[in-house]
């Protein structure tokens, strides 16, 4: 019996390219054989960097529009995180829907992108039961005071654990810009085209009145005070709410440029700083109380003097309320730093102190015996 190879034309047989299939040759280092580095020291392990920025920015691409205030906070939480001296395993972002809510793709820390306004309720859940790890709620004023607004206030009131950074737009971006529970009265949308009827809800008042125990205000344009009040924040044993100003540059550009551009800012901001007065405009006007309503006066005049302005003090409850609703009158101005700030114990710590005093009691207790307890029924 002869055998038969069938032999492959020359036109079907693959191209090779040069040299493969043949022994690569390695190409000879410059100085000689490569040597093992050995790390700084005479051997010794070199000493571990601390964390960075990079450490917490992910490989996600941004996608938010060109221009938008929100690449700022990023930017500011990003910096910010390794001065806190929390592991990134130990570190939670937690957001609902919205523009704002893509936060959690762009930390490189764990993260939840939950549903539309629940975000308060998934970081309750999991402080309750992780209370060390550190949670970051970021949410948006849809988000949050919309469909979530019974959500936010009752993670203020039970004095939760976490963060809660509320940007706040005045206007629904994400779902292309109808007028949100922030927007100014009479404001023009796509949803309300002859102007809102709904006046504008105030997130800090809203938050004094739900009991929250930190409650502050800031603007994304000033990222060196969003800094310094997202650091006291993170400082903050129980719930603390920071109020955002962030600018959309699609379908709200300019909403809150009287408070943050060069031009106004001096003139229509005052800065809330515990035990200073309440001055502003480089220091030519104040607010005084008549009573307890705040008035604007010239210093400038000779009527009066530093000594006749408001000496903040963050840890009053009426202080707080009567600056939130300088917000009422346009003709005064906006108040920016920490409104409100008061340590008292945190839901997770009672509710621990409460599970390990009913253990003393009662033991740890046996799932299976309690399913096989009380009264049972037969089903024929």
Same mark, same amino acid.
């Given at each position: 019996? #002869? ?8 036109s ?8 493969? +299939?043949? =022994?690569?040759?390695? *190409? ?7 040597? =093992?580095?050995?790390p ?5 392990p ?31 939480v990003?910096?910010?995180? $390794? ?13 609902? %829907? +919205?523009?704002?809510?893509?936060? $959690? ?12 306004g ?70 023009? #949308? ?9 006046? *504008?809800?105030? $997130? %800090? ?6 009991g ?24 903050? =044993? ?12 699609i379908?709200?550009?300019? =909403?809150?440029?009287?408070? #943050?551009?060069?031009? #106004? ?6 800065l809330?700083?515990?035990?200073? *007065?309440?001055?502003?405009?480089? +220091? ?7 009573g307890?309503? *705040?008035e ?13 302005? %408001?000496?903040y ?8 309320? %009567? ?6 009158s ?10 409100y ?40």
């Amino acid at each position: 019996m #002869t055998s038969h190879v069938e032999t492959m034309p020359e036109s079907r047989k693959p191209t090779l390219p040069p040299g493969f +299939g043949a =022994a690569r040759k390695r *190409p000879k280092a410059p100085f000689g054989p490569r040597k =093992a580095k050995l790390p700084a020291g005479n051997g010794r392990p070199a000493k571990k960097p601390g964390l960075t920025r990079k450490d917490f920015t992910s490989d996600q691409d941004v996608r938010w529009c060109p221009g938008c205030g929100d690449y700022a906070i990023l930017a500011t939480v990003q910096r910010l995180m $390794p001065q806190l001296g929390v592991k990134r395993e130990e570190v939670v972002f937690i957001s609902g %829907i +919205g523009c704002s809510s893509r936060f $959690p793709y762009y930390m490189d820390t764990y993260g939840v992108h939950s549903i539309h306004g629940r975000a308060p309720t998934i970081a309750t859940g999991l402080k309750a039961s992780r209370p060390e790890l550190d949670i970051w709620i970021v949410t948006g004023d849809g988000d949050a005071l919309s469909i979530g607004g019974n959500h936010l206030i009752h993670i203020l009131r039970r004095n939760i654990g976490c963060q809660i950074l509320l940007f706040n737009n005045q206007i629904y971006g994400l779902t292309k810009g109808q007028f949100s529970p922030t927007s100014e009265l009479g404001k023009v #949308t796509m949803s309300s085209p002859y102007g809102s009827a709904s006046p *504008p809800f105030n $997130p %800090i008042s809203v938050a004094l009145g739900a009991g929250g125990s930190f409650v502050a205000r800031t603007a994304d344009r000033d990222t060196k005070h969003l800094a310094t009040i997202l650091k006291r924040a993170h400082a903050h =044993a129980g719930s603390a709410m920071v109020e955002i100003y962030q600018n959309c540059n699609i379908y709200n550009d300019g =909403a809150f440029f009287e408070f #943050t551009e060069k031009a #106004t800012k001096a003139q229509r901001t005052v800065l809330l700083e515990h035990g200073k *007065p309440m001055v502003y405009d480089n +220091g030519n006007r104040a607010i005084r109380l008549d009573g307890f309503r *705040p008035e604007a006066v010239d210093l400038t005049s000779g009527a009066w003097s530093v000594s006749d302005a %408001i000496i903040y003090d963050e840890t009053s409850l009426e202080l707080a309320g %009567i600056a939130s609703r300088m917000f009422l009158s346009p003709d005064m101005p906006r108040p920016f730093g920490v409104f409100y700030c008061n340590e008292r114990e945190t839901y997770e710590s009672r509710l621990h102190a409460q599970l390990q005093h009913v253990t003393r009691l009662r033991g740890k207790g046996d799932l299976d015996a309690l399913l096989g307890t009380g009264d049972t029924w037969e089903v024929a």
